[in-house]
Structures are given as structure tokens and as C-alpha cells.
């Protein structure tokens, strides 16, 4: 008897530790698998190594950013360092996955010199974009305005709707190669270096300490792209 009680007690811990793996469901957008596809595998590599399961939803990052902030969803895949001051029910992973440098595209015809030109003219950036939001406040566009996707707002400016957006450096660049638009042009104003993190909602923030394990041991090995360029969403 007393292998047997051994052997259902080990069958009974299998069974046990097989179970406790959670499945988790974060938000993102369609723009990162394209031109930053190793964020998401990346990611989904650390939770599964926590023994959890991982799926996404694409929304736009305004929608995602009202259901993760409800708990409507487990969190969201890449949002810039300061996001938790907007979406106050989000905690950020300490390190960093990506960082980015943060340029000003606009139209070859308007002056964008420096910050000080800003308060002249129109900016059109992505609707819940946290980092649009915080130069509104700083640096005061005359005119803001929401669109859906950077392919708009690139769009918008060459038919000169906007004169300027912010973006990050590899993303302007791709934009303005695909689309053909040799009416936006980047600036010369470095925004500086922006970091970006995970964000899981509050009810799970036990995962933030194992997830920061994962990410930095992900990053010694290569699979987070550079910490000097790539694309990152704001």
C-alpha cells in the first residue's frame, strides 16, 4: 500500500500543477505584428514559461485601452512607460521591452523647427494614444485631431488636413516609404527615447514580478527586439 499512496500522491501533484496554469487575454493592435513582429512571440514565450496560456485581441488602442482599464481584458501587449497615469487600473512590468525614438512627420511645406513652432500648427494623431495626449498638454498645437490609424494621418497630412504627427522613428519611415508619400517628411525635433512595457490589470498583478523575471532572461538571450530602435506602439 504504502507505494501506491505514493504513487497517487505523486499522480494527485501532477494533476494539481497541470491545472494551475491561467489563460489570459491581452489587447493589441494589428500594426505591431507588421512591423515589430517579435514583441507578441516574445511575450507569449514568457507566460507560457509561467505555465500560462496567452491570446489577443486587436482593437483599436482606444477600445483597449477602456476594456483593460475595466478588467474586461487581462492587459495589454505594449504601451509607452507613463500609460498607468491614463489607464490608472493597469500596473506596468518593470523593464522595458522596447524602446523607440519619438519624431515629428509633417508636411515639406510647414515649418517644424522646433517646439516652439508646435502652438502654430494642426497635429493629428491616433485616437488613446497616451504620448498625443501629453504633448497636447505640454506643448499646445493649435488644432488637434483623431484619427484611426497612422495610414490616415500620414494620408491627411500629404493632402495637407494636418500639418504634422508624432510617431516613432521606424514607423514613420515605413509609412512614408510604403505609401509613396513623398510629401511628409520627418522633422529634425528629437522627442528623445522613449521606453515601453507590459501592462497587466491590477487583479493579476501577481504576475508582474515573474513576468519582469521572464522579460529580462528573454532580453539576455535576444528575443525583445534592440533597446536602440524598433517599433514601438504608443
Known sequence: MGPLRHLLALVTFLASSWSCGDSYVLGTNQIIDVIWPGVKPSVVQ???????????????????MVLSDKGLLDGELLRVKDYGNTAEMLVRVPTPIATERLVAFAHVDVN????????????????????????VARDQPAEYIATKSFTSAFKMIAARRADFVLVTESTGLTLQ???????VVMSK???GLQFFHHWVHRDHQYLVEPLDRQFKHLIEQGHFPSTESGFALP
Open 46 to 64: 514568457a507566460y507560457q514559461e509561467l505555465g500560462h496560456d496567452l491570446t489577443f485581441e486587436y482593437l483599436p488602442m482606444s477600445r483597449a
Open 189 to 191: 525635433i528629437d522627442f
Open 112 to 135: 517644424l523647427k522646433s517646439t516652439e513652432d508646435i502652438r502654430q500648427l494642426s497635429m493629428v494623431g491616433l485616437v488613446g494614444a497616451h504620448i498625443n495626449q501629453e504633448m
Open 177 to 183: 516609404k510604403s505609401l509613396n508619400l513623398r510629401e
